[in-house]
């Protein structure tokens, strides 16, 4: 029989330093392991201090008590002195009287969401009375211009600066706020204004656009020569006005796509009946094409037509959405300035303003992404006198959640 060989303290340590090293990545995984649980354990206590908080406003928003926690702040100026008893009884009232007009106000907001006007088949109300919003806007606009000038024809583009902002919004039963910022403007490299106000409803509802630009730039062809026109010598002030009317309301719903207001459950589609206007002022600096004097255009236009959208369900958490409302001009007061030249635009069917939507909206749980397009196109007069063109448009991405 071999004898057994008798392990040295060499050999020992060895097996030692061995079993320690393999250990260590083991450790290393185990301690990291440890730190993500009780990284993933603060992050959910800190959700459930915030959901308690949120329960605990609605709770005192429901019974009228919402700005009470705003006594023991005063309790604490009345401690240190800072105000006396009279001041602190005053006050105290006043913040009682403003909380009974909160709970009026959101009493009425309530009864108002509550109302079902609506086929519940097809569309319901989220859940969630706060709603939360980031978006990023980009928007631009274009300006065409063909005619006759002294048996001269020609043929002009101008494109505006593209103008992108950052906003949030927060809305409480379907009344909110936005702030937005303009990157560019705020680093002084855009004079340009907008203001977009857009109300959807399930029957009415409105898009307002206010621009003033001094961006635009492009080119002006003549039968002799290319002329560019740069930055500045083209000023713009305009307005537009979009409303519809959404014939089948109860089940097809705007607001589901562009304010997510609404949920829509099933496709639907609707008639829609439209009612656009569209005014702007334009001036164009001197150049050769006018003999270096400037021209003032002046135009207003009212339209009214007929349309169609729809909203298309995929797959429960997909809404696309597509619509266009074709309006024609039913009323029209337009001219062109020229030095002291003043020559009347006419009238030429069609002369119209159309609005195209689309959007699409991916939910799931509490949370909502999206897209969405906004596209206005007017024209007025035809080419073999003076034909203006305008076209604005606005992209919108857009991330929320409700609570």
């Given at each position: 029989?071999?004898?057994m060989k008798?392990a040295?303290?060499?050999?020992i340590?060895?097996?030692?330093?061995?079993?320690?090293?393999?250990?260590?990545p083991?450790?290393v995984?185990?301690?990291q392991?440890?730190?993500?649980?009780?990284?993933?354990?603060?992050?959910?206590?800190?959700?459930?201090?915030a959901?308690?908080?949120?329960?605990?406003?609605?709770?005192?928003a429901?019974?009228g008590?919402?700005?009470?926690?705003?006594?023991?702040?005063?309790?604490?100026?009345?401690?240190?002195?800072e105000?006396?008893?009279?001041r602190y009884?005053k006050?105290?009232?006043?913040l009682?009287?403003?909380?009974?007009?909160?709970?009026?106000?959101?009493s009425?907001?309530?009864?108002?969401g509550?109302k079902v006007?609506?086929d519940?088949?097809?569309?319901?109300?989220?859940?969630?009375r706060w709603v939360?919003?980031?978006?990023?806007?980009?928007s631009?606009?274009?300006?065409?211009?063909?005619?006759?000038?002294?048996?001269?024809t020609?043929?002009?583009?101008?494109?505006?600066a593209?103008?992108g902002?950052?906003?949030?919004?927060?809305?409480?039963?379907?009344?909110?706020?936005?702030?937005?910022?303009?990157?560019?403007?705020?680093?002084?490299?855009?004079k340009?204004?907008?203001?977009?106000?857009?109300?959807?409803?399930n029957?009415?509802g409105?898009d307002?656009v206010?621009?003033?630009?001094?961006?635009?730039?492009?080119?002006?062809?003549?039968?002799?020569?290319?002329?560019?026109v740069?930055?500045?010598?083209?000023?713009?002030?305009?307005?537009n006005?979009?409303?519809?009317?959404?014939?089948?309301?109860?089940?097809f719903?705007?607001?589901?796509?562009?304010?997510?207001?609404?949920?829509q459950?099933h496709?639907?589609g609707?008639?829609l009946i439209?009612?656009?206007?569209?005014?702007?002022?334009?001036?164009?600096?001197g150049?050769?094409?006018?003999?270096q004097?400037p021209?003032?255009?002046?135009?207003?236009e009212?339209?009214?037509g007929m349309?169609?959208?729809?909203?298309?369900?995929?797959?429960?958490?997909?809404?696309l959405?597509l619509?266009?409302?074709?309006?024609f001009?039913?009323y029209?007061?337009?001219?062109?300035?020229?030095?002291?030249?003043?020559?009347?635009m006419k009238?030429f069917f069609p002369?119209f303003?159309?609005?195209?939507r689309?959007?699409?909206?991916?939910?799931?749980?509490?949370?909502?992404?999206g897209?969405t397009?906004?596209?206005?196109?007017?024209?007025a007069?035809?080419?073999?006198?003076?034909?203006?063109?305008?076209?604005?448009w606005r992209?919108?991405?857009?991330?929320?959640f409700r609570?």
């Amino acid at each position: 029989m071999k004898s057994m060989k008798r392990a040295t303290p060499l050999s020992i340590s060895k097996t030692l330093l061995i079993f320690i090293l393999a250990c260590i990545p083991c450790a290393v995984t185990l301690a990291q392991t440890t730190k993500d649980r009780r990284g993933m354990g603060k992050l959910r206590q800190k959700l459930e201090i915030a959901d308690s908080m949120r329960l605990a406003m609605r709770r005192a928003a429901d019974e009228g008590r919402l700005l009470q926690w705003g006594d023991s702040l005063l309790r604490t100026r009345l401690s240190r002195g800072e105000i006396n008893e009279q001041r602190y009884e005053k006050l105290q009232a006043r913040l009682r009287r403003v909380d009974r007009r909160l709970h009026q106000g959101d009493s009425l907001l309530a009864k108002s969401g509550g109302k079902v006007n609506f086929d519940t088949l097809y569309m319901a109300r989220p859940q969630g009375r706060w709603v939360i919003k980031w978006r990023a806007n980009l928007s631009g606009a274009e300006l065409h211009a063909s005619g006759v000038n002294s048996q001269t024809t020609f043929n002009g583009s101008a494109r505006s600066a593209y103008r992108g902002t950052l906003s949030m919004a927060v809305a409480y039963r379907g009344i909110g706020l936005a702030a937005a910022i303009n990157p560019a403007k705020l680093a002084g490299k855009s004079k340009d204004n907008e203001f977009n106000l857009n109300a959807y409803g399930n029957k009415f509802g409105v898009d307002v656009v206010l621009l003033s630009s001094e961006t635009y730039s492009g080119t002006v062809e003549t039968d002799a020569a290319k002329i560019q026109v740069g930055k500045g010598n083209i000023q713009q002030k305009a307005l537009n006005v979009n409303a519809y009317y959404a014939f089948n309301g109860r089940r097809f719903s705007f607001p589901a796509a562009f304010s997510q207001s609404y949920k829509q459950l099933h496709s639907a589609g609707s008639w829609l009946i439209g009612l656009s206007f569209d005014g702007q002022h334009t001036n164009l600096a001197g150049t050769d094409l006018t003999y270096q004097e400037p021209v003032h255009i002046k135009l207003y236009e009212l339209g009214i037509g007929m349309g169609y959208g729809y909203n298309f369900v995929l797959a429960r958490h997909w809404l696309l959405h597509l619509s266009l409302l074709p309006t024609f001009d039913i009323y029209t007061h337009s001219h062109v300035m020229s030095g002291n030249q003043r020559v009347k635009m006419k009238y030429f069917f069609p002369s119209f303003i159309v609005t195209a939507r689309s959007a699409a909206l991916y939910t799931w749980r509490n949370k909502f992404t999206g897209l969405t397009f906004v596209m206005n196109s007017s024209s007025a007069d035809n080419d073999n006198h003076l034909q203006i063109r305008r076209d604005k448009w606005r992209l919108r991405l857009f991330f929320g959640f409700r609570f």
